[in-house]
Each structure stands twice: as structure tokens, then as C-alpha cells.
């Protein structure tokens, strides 16, 4: 099949797939972050599930109220900032309201995302203690299929060889990591 035939296929867009919002973290490099707060404040702002960074100032222009993007939500739905457990409750609703039942219909659905909101996701999907996220990396550009039985996961799978697979993970790993 010609993939320029595929317009038919549908697209949905959501904000609830966005990144995480990093507060006043936005827009900073591991490294600034690093030096201003230290590494392992930067690491816990970044990893751990219920941490969040400092929040933003509704006035600051990296604010998501500043963002046309967002022109249509609610004040109170845009976040000053998020810790991955924020960034899963926001992402929830897309799931159980957009993904699940196109899935309970039997119709496959792609989502590409960011990886905070897909690491919120994998978390619901496979039960990862809150503990565990802090240690999960998905791997950019490798599709991870999940088989659904219901609404419970019959399997999930990496579409990438073994090597590849193992590369991929690598370079998610340092990507996720920093000099301390």
C-alpha cells in the first residue's frame, strides 16, 4: 500500500499527551539545572513520580496560560508545573476516553507522544510502582506495542531486533541521565 493513501486514516490531536510541564525548570538544560539547584534536586524534580519542580508564575511567558495552544482549556487545567504523577492523571482521561474505546472496538491506535507522557502511560499500562518509573526509559523512535485483551494487557512488545532494542535503551538511559 502507498502510505500517501493513508489520509483517510484518522488523526487525533490531544494536549494531554504534551510533556511534562517543568515549571520553573522550562526551557533549562540538565546542566543549568544542575548548577543552580544541584544534581540530585534535579534528579528527583525529574524522576521521582510525585516530585515537582518549582511551579511557574501564571505571569512568567513560559507559563502555559501564554501558550495558543492552549487558548481553549480552562485556567485551572494548566499546570505551573507537574511531577509524573500529575503528567499521568492528565494523560488518563485521553486513555480511557479516546484510546480505550477505539481499542475496545478493535481498531489500532498509535500514540506518539512525548516521553514523560508515554513513561505515565507505560506506568498505568503495566502497574510500575511508583518507585519503579523513576528507572524506566522508553526508548525513542522504536514502537512498543501493547496486545489488549479487554481493557487488561495481553502482551507488549518492542518492534526492534534485540540489538537494536538494546542500543536504543542505552542511549534512552544516558539521555535520562546527567553529570553529577
Not at 482549556?73 to 474505546?101: M, V
Amino acid at each position: 500500500m502507498d502510505v500517501t493513501d493513508l489520509m483517510w486514516v484518522p488523526l487525533h490531536r490531544s494536549w494531554r499527551l504534551n510533556e511534562k510541564h517543568y515549571g520553573a525548570l522550562q526551557g533549562l538544560s540538565k546542566e543549568e539545572m544542575a548548577r543552580k539547584h544541584g544534581a540530585e534536586q534535579v534528579h528527583s524534580w525529574r524522576r521521582v513520580y510525585d516530585v515537582r519542580p518549582p511551579p511557574l508564575d501564571i505571569s512568567d511567558e513560559r507559563h502555559p496560560s501564554h501558550d495558543p495552544r492552549y487558548r481553549c482549556l480552562h485556567p485551572e487545567e494548566l499546570p505551573s508545573t507537574e511531577s509524573l504523577k500529575d503528567t499521568l492523571q492528565r494523560t488518563l482521561p485521553y486513555w480511557f476516553d479516546e484510546a480505550l474505546p477505539c481499542i475496545r472496538r478493535g481498531d489500532d491506535v498509535l500514540i506518539a507522544a512525548h516521553g514523560n507522557s508515554l513513561r505515565a502511560l507505560v506506568k498505568h499500562l503495566d502497574g510500575i510502582s511508583d518507585e519503579d518509573i523513576a528507572s524506566v526509559n522508553i526508548p525513542t523512535g522504536i514502537p512498543l506495542v501493547y496486545e489488549m485483551e479487554g481493557d487488561a494487557v495481553k502482551d507488549r512488545r518492542y518492534l526492534a531486533s534485540p540489538d537494536e532494542l538494546s542500543k536504543a535503551k542505552e542511549k534512552a538511559s544516558r539521555a535520562a541521565a546527567f553529570k553529577r
